[in-house]
């Protein structure tokens, strides 16, 4: 769950975005400036988390009323094998240190759902977080080093897996079918495509950020809608985007079928206001687009 700092958002004096080039730092950085926030984008250009002197850079580029956003990973279609795992811990470790060397206002890490064991039953804020491979136990380790180090509120963010527009990582749901259907006119599923999952747009997961940032908000929030979709029903609800017929063709079964939904009471608690975009809405929005 979250504490707000702020009952009431208030603007940053500065958002500085770590990972500014990724999927999710491109729309947010856009996000912020669309509202006059002041934000300073760091991608690898500026701040090579891996080279030997991310840190200096990091401490030199800090102000002590600054809000941190920590977005940058090699995230798992770069692989989810050792040299990944130490890449991205010594990433982490590399913004650690520079906050324990300066001082932010306020820190935000978006980790991932990732860090949550597939079992029955609904996933809370409250369900126990397991690493169950490299890529989790990454993420795990990662918000144990920034709480530590931290000398601000952090709040943690696990995000579920995202769709959008500028998506890079071509992750098997909605950007893959959607990009399969327009040019192989095929949609491929594993197995029938029983597994269920919860999937939340892009702009979603940027307005959610925000709202954290402008009520300065600790703790720990999931980012999900709480709708869960079979992905064969995800497949004909992409199809349905296009004019022409698109065939959907299952595969022989290689894993056991897992299923995942998400109990989101505390993002209703925490922003009794905010809507998310129904997922029909959002795939005919990024239709949209990509045709533009």
């Known amino acids: 769950m979250l504490t707000h700092r702020h009952a009431e958002p208030q603007q940053p004096s500065r958002v500085v975005v770590l990972g500014s080039n990724g999927f999710i730092g491109r729309e947010l950085v856009a996000y912020l400036r669309e509202k006059g926030t002041s934000t300073l984008a760091l991608s690898r250009k500026e701040v090579d988390l891996a080279a030997d002197d ?80 490299l890529y989790s136990a990454m993420h795990l380790s990662r918000e144990i080093m920034l ?82 979709i079979a992905y064969a029903d995800l497949a004909k609800m992409v199809a349905a985007l296009f004019s022409e017929p698109i065939e959907i063709a299952c595969t022989p079964r290689q894993n056991q079928i897992t299923y995942r939904s998400f109990d989101v009471t505390a993002i209703h608690r925490s922003f009794p206001e905010f809507k998310f975009k129904l997922l029909e809405q959002g795939l005919a929005t990024v239709q949209q687009h990509a045709k533009a």
């Open 54 to 133: 991310a840190v200096d850079r990091l401490t030199f580029l800090l102000r002590p009323d600054d809000t941190l956003v920590f977005l940058a990973a090699l995230t798992p279609d770069k692989g989810r094998g050792i040299a990944p795992l130490l890449a991205n811990e010594r990433m982490g470790a590399a913004v650690a240190e520079a906050l324990e060397r300066s001082s932010v206002g306020h820190l935000v890490y978006v980790s991932s759902d990732a860090v949550y064991p597939f079992r029955a039953g609904l996933i809370s804020e409250d369900s126990c977080a397991e690493s169950t491979d």
């Open 147 to 228: 709480k530590q180090a931290a000398k601000a509120p952090v709040a943690v963010l696990r995000p579920t897996l995202i769709y959008g527009v500028g998506d890079t990582h071509n992750s098997y749901g909605p950007n893959r079918f959607r990009r399969a259907a327009h040019k192989d006119k095929r949609i491929t599923l594993f197995g029938k495509g029983e597994e269920t999952r919860d999937h939340i747009f892009i702009g979603d997961v940027v307005a959610l950020i925000d709202r954290v940032i402008a009520h300065r908000s600790t703790g720990l929030l999931n980012l999900a809608t709480g709708y869960s």
